[in-house]
């Protein structure tokens, strides 16, 4: 399917900013299943520096930096990309029993294991406790093949959890959200991660968005109006990776649009930044995905 | 051999004795110090303790305690004894520690480079990405030369039967090195001749040596160079417990001390904010935790660091020393691997082992922790856990089968080590000044980076544990000795690395001064003004209700009381508090820091200096701490000694305050820094005489004016000139108009024009006609008209006076400070 992202991000300070730093994680990275034919980046006012790069991750980054003074700050990430489907492909992966995996990444030999066993341990928003490996683990009973597991657990998250835009914030703890069984996208991904990594299982924070109108015929998913997060569980050498989302209850598929990934949200944050000066701010993100004529 | 001095030191013991080799029988590099101490008389033995303590006090030295409820700076304890080791057993020490860290470096380049170790299972992903100190976006930033460790410590312990081991590694921003020079600097000078007959190596060319190993590996060129490389020693600040050593190192290495607001990143380099401008930063040594220095990259909560400090270093622009990252290798998880890795990376057998270490982790480890837990120590994997140590010894059945719950359900967030018996040495008993105790002590050594490889102090911290032998913690109240390593020969001086300064490196005289250190000159320059103008107003208050000093005009009474009140010493009212409601009020502006007065203004110099450590010389600190003592540590005996005690002291202030002037005028070069300090002063100075004379003005005519005199210190001059009661023509004469009266409105009035013309020429305009109108004031001044009681325009003189230096005070502040206090904080969008 061929997309058009629009990412829009304006923020209003009360005093003028007198330096802005801002690391961006909004331009979409090359994936097998994902081209990205054009993108373009757009700041006001006029960054004084500008560059592009990767991080650790192997994620597209841009940072800037204005040192004239300004009231206002908008970014606008304009990206048209083609998305392959991958739902029916990832489902009739060979599987492999989640023991089995667990045991391969603690001892890990070989590049894709290495890579792998840098997603198992607890992150900035990812703590692991005993309570959350107990509700992963009615999922990971004796012997299971890992995806069949993992997608166990994605559909009770979805039935356990409400999505409620209004009782989390970036800051809620992990065990605020299991015990309140609501939030958004983020934390639901975040809820998912610890669950699989504290039963010795990688995964990862994904960062991307979902098709805003649904073609004819399809549900319109959750989140689609902002920026949107999602869960890749490692499934084992013959399977690799594969994408999941707790929110929508779903294997990850082409109206999914994937920006890039990290441990947690702060390792791929659309954009954090350090600013001197502005008082009070305010923020408005506009996410807009629309399909095109391929 | 003294039997006194060894009545309470235990001969025969479990640990190694450094001391003795056998009961009764002291190592050969120990004996000319018995000798020498067991023969000395027990009065020269009090003042060489009495001199190491008054050294301590009045230099200062302070390590600052978290657990603290004041959060009060805790004096450095140091014992009198040093300890002692011999050029044979310190040369294993050195090349095992060069070794050391040599291969830390490696393993450090690996893990932020190619991976090769993860890659081949040599180190175990966990011990890497399970660390909350291995930074991603610090991986793949090339440090110059493969250098990422410029400077390591470790923490070593000998067991005994005298072998050495490893107990820590300190790698990203080791501490202690500062106070180890202290620790010299002042023991060497109790044993001046041990210290020279015993051929003690110095410890001055290690230093030497880490600046020379600094400017070698900055980066050369780029945006803003012009001659030699800057390097600079970032602190977080005079709240950090080691704050006392960042101030100190900095002021011996001769690096400016900066905290992270002070700089800046542009075009992907770092610059220091000064007066001039932005000038750059080539090389930094830290004192600053890695997770912590850029808000942008790291910990986005930090409002320490510099943001974009990690692009600044991955693209090269400034050396980082240590490097970003560093605090990976604070985890004794790695203790295990090194022995392996040692060969593999270096190709042979490491030289000092680490204590006994099992990994949790390591499902075989752990069943050997569990099995053996009463011998053992468990610890946090990792320096993110904040677990206190456990020993299992002290567990009963139930405790035991709580923690080995507990490593079972997170095996990798522990280690498990065996405890290692310390070694003793003798410390000076301070309740009986004839008397050795024994202590367990621990060493922790330093070692530097060279292109040549690494070099080791030769001396280092000597920790002394204390009521819980089997920990060692300054945090928990330990005490510290010097080191002293004994030489072979020659003691040597060299620096490897040493050159001469060009001509074209020559650094004029405050062009690296921060805008930080500029504007609390300015505040020090103030405060010291005010508290000395204070001190002055309380001695005349209180002293005119002790004795009958001829003059001392009781019409002058309610001017004082308006001028207390002025000052906010006395709560303002219509009636006039009778002597025993003063003197009550005066006593508590003089001792209670939570009132407006000299305890509170004394309180807010030393803040104020406590960031000028660097800048002040160690005069000036024994002033300020002397005075300091008296005032803010005095509360309860200032409130009931009698008044002429209180007087005493007051007389000894102002002493203090006048010697710190000194210092200011006779000590400093007149450079920026040193004018801002005196504009600050003068301002202060000026607006306090202008209230002087309104407040006399408009009391009554017909009055006694050595009060007057004495607030402005002119009573002598005044005597000298006239043989008469004070009246208003001379006594206005000298303070108003005088300009040879370092105490006359004329004299501030010329001298800020004067400064501020100065650093006009300096930075662009700064407001120096903000003086005009009082400058032509003052021309315009008629002595027999003017300088007379009730006269309106000596009146609006001084009001104009007052309010330029208002003005002149809020217009530096604008052009030079605001940008400082001011600190970023972090945004975040999805």
């Known amino acids: ?294 | 051999m003294a039997r006194e001095l060894l009545a309470e030191y235990p001969q025969s013991t479990e640990r190694f004795d450094e001391m003795f080799a056998a009961p009764l029988e002291p190592r050969a590099h120990w004996r000319p110090m018995l000798e020498q101490i067991a023969a000395e008389p027990v009065e020269r033995i009090r003042e060489r303790l009495q001199s190491v303590q008054r050294q301590m006090r009045e230099n200062g030295v302070t390590y600052n305690v978290y657990a603290d409820p004041q959060g009060a700076a805790r004096p450095w304890e140091l014992d009198l004894l040093p300890l002692i080791l011999p050029q044979q057993v310190w040369s294993g020490i050195e090349t095992a520690i060069a070794q050391r860290a040599t291969l830390l470096n490696k393993i450090l380049v690996d893990v932020y480079g190619e991976q090769r170790l993860l890659k081949e299972g040599l180190l175990p992903s966990a011990l890497v990405h399970g660390h909350a100190g291995f930074l991603r976006p610090c991986h793949g930033a090339r440090a110059p030369g493969d250098v990422m460790l410029q400077l390591y410590a470790a923490d070593l312990a000998r067991s005994p039967d005298g072998q050495w081991w490893v107990l820590d590694d300190r790698t990203q921003a080791p501490s202690g090195a500062g106070y180890a020079l202290e620790n010299r600097i002042v023991i060497s000078r109790a044993f001046p001749e041990l210290f020279r007959d015993m051929k003690v190596q110095t410890l001055a060319s290690f230093f030497a040596t880490l600046r020379d190993s600094l400017a070698h590996w900055a980066p050369q060129g780029g945006p803003g160079t012009s001659g030699a490389p800057l390097s600079v020693l970032l602190t977080p600040g005079p709240h950090n417990e080691t704050y006392f050593e960042h101030a100190y190192l900095a002021r011996y290495l001769g690096l400016p001390l900066v905290e992270g607001n002070d700089l800046t990143v542009r075009e992907g380099c770092v610059w220091l904010k000064t007066l001039s401008g932005l000038k750059r930063v080539h090389a930094m040594l830290r004192r600053l935790d890695d997770d912590f220095c850029d808000p942008l990259e790291l910990r986005g909560d930090s409002a320490l660091g510099i943001p974009g400090l990690v692009d600044a270093m991955r693209r090269g622009n400034v050396l980082v020393a240590n490097a970003l990252g560093s605090n990976l290798l604070e985890s004794s998880t790695l203790f295990g691997f090194l022995p392996q890795l040692s060969k593999k990376l270096l190709g042979e057998p490491l030289k000092m082992p680490s204590v006994a270490t099992w990994w949790c982790g390591e499902p075989a480890a752990l069943e050997d922790v569990v099995d053996k837990l009463d011998r053992l120590v468990i610890k946090p994997a990792f320096p993110q856990l904040r677990v206190e140590p456990m020993f299992g010894e002290d567990l009963d059945e139930r405790g035991r089968k709580r923690v080995v719950a507990m490593l079972r359900a997170r095996p990798n967030d522990y280690v498990a080590q065996e405890i290692v018996q310390l070694s003793q040495a003798p410390v000076w008993d301070k309740v009986h000044p004839r008397r050795v105790l024994a202590r367990a002590i621990g060493l922790r050594v330093y070692a530097c980076a060279t292109p040549n490889g690494y070099v080791v102090m030769p001396g280092g911290l000597t920790r002394v544990a204390s009521a819980d032998a089997r920990v060692i913690s300054m945090q928990r109240g330990g005490s510290s000795k010097d080191t002293w390593v004994l030489a072979a020969g020659q003691v040597n001086t060299f620096s490897l690395l040493r050159r001469a300064i060009g001509p074209h490196e020559l650094v004029r005289a405050g062009t690296n001064l921060s805008s930080r250190v500029v504007e609390n000159l300015y505040w020090f320059g103030r405060y010291c003004e005010r508290c000395d103008a204070t001190a002055r107003l309380l001695r005349l208050a209180l002293g005119r209700l002790v004795d009958d000093t001829p003059g001392d005009d009781p019409g002058a009474r309610p001017v004082i009381i308006g001028l207390l009140r002025h000052a906010e010493i006395l709560e303002p009212g219509e009636q006039e508090p009778d002597d025993a409601e003063l003197v009550s009020e005066l006593r508590a502006a003089i001792s209670d820091e939570s009132r407006t007065g000299l305890a509170s203004g004394v309180r807010e110099l030393g803040r104020v200096a406590s960031h000028l450590r660097e800048r002040l010389s160690l005069d000036n600190w024994r002033a300020l701490n002397r005075m300091s003592r008296t005032i803010g540590h005095n509360h309860g005996r200032l409130r009931t000694t009698t008044l002429s005690d209180v007087l005493v002291e007051l007389d000894a202030t102002i002493a203090a305050f006048t010697t710190l002037s000194g210092f200011a005028l006779d000590g400093m070069t007149r450079d920026p820094g040193w004018r801002f300090l005196s504009v600050g002063r003068r301002i202060e100075r000026m607006r306090n005489l202008c209230t002087n004379l309104k407040f006399a003005l408009a009391g009554p005519r017909d009055t006694d004016l050595s009060w007057l005199l004495r607030l402005a210190d002119s009573i002598i001059t005044y005597r000298a000139r006239y043989s008469a009661r004070p009246e208003w023509l001379p006594v206005l004469d000298l303070l108003v108009c005088d300009d040879a009266n370092p105490r006359s409105v004329a004299f501030q009035v010329y001298g800020l024009h004067d400064y501020a013309r100065r650093l006009s020429e300096m930075f662009g305009d700064i407001g120096e006609e903000k003086l005009d109108a009082s400058l032509a004031a003052l021309r315009a001044l008629d002595p027999g008209a003017d300088l007379t009681h009730g006269s309106e325009r000596l009146a609006s003189f001084l009001d104009e006076c007052s309010g330029a230096g208002y003005r002149l005070g809020e217009q530096l502040g604008h052009r030079f400070f605001s940008h400082v206090r001011e600190s970023s904080h972090q945004t975040s969008a999805t």
């Open chain 1, 1 to 294: 399917m061929r997309l058009n992202v629009v990412h829009e991000t304006r923020y209003s300070y009360s005093s003028p900013v007198v330096l802005s730093q801002q690391l961006l994680h909004l331009t979409p990275r090359a994936l097998p299943w994902q081209a990205c034919d054009a993108h373009h980046l757009s700041v006001e006012p006029e960054p004084g520096e500008f560059g592009e790069g990767t991080d650790f991750f192997g994620n597209r980054i841009a940072r800037l930096l204005i040192a004239a003074p300004h009231e206002e700050l908008r970014v606008r990430a304009d990206s048209t990309l083609s998305v392959a489907p991958r739902e029916q492909q990832a489902l009739a992966l060979p599987q492999t029993a989640w023991e089995t995996v667990r045991d391969r990444v603690r001892v890990p030999d070989g590049a894709a294991l290495v890579e792998a066993a840098g997603f198992l341990y607890e992150s900035p928003h990812v703590e692991t406790w005993r309570e959350l490996a107990g509700y992963g683990a009615q999922s990971f009973t004796r012997g299971r093949g890992t995806l069949e597991a993992a997608f166990d657990l994605t559909r009770r998250i979805y039935a356990d959890f409400k999505f409620d835009k209004t009782a989390t914030s970036v800051s809620t703890p992990l065990r605020e959200v299991l015990k309140r069984r609501r939030g958004v996208c983020q934390d639901f991904a975040h809820l998912m991660i610890g669950s699989l990594r504290s039963l010795g299982l990688p995964a990862r924070y994904v960062s991307g968005y979902l098709l805003t109108e649904p073609p004819p015929g399809r549900p319109r998913l959750v989140g689609a109006d902002a920026s949107h997060a999602w869960v890749a569980v490692y499934c084992g050498e013959a399977a690799g990776w594969v994408d999941l989302d707790p929110t929508n209850n779903c294997v990850v598929d082409d109206e999914h649009v994937t920006l890039g990934w990290g441990r947690d949200f702060s390792d791929v944050t659309p954009m954090h930044g350090v600013i001197l000066g502005g008082g009070e701010h305010e923020l408005a993100v506009h996410v807009t995905v629309t399909p095109l004529e391929s």
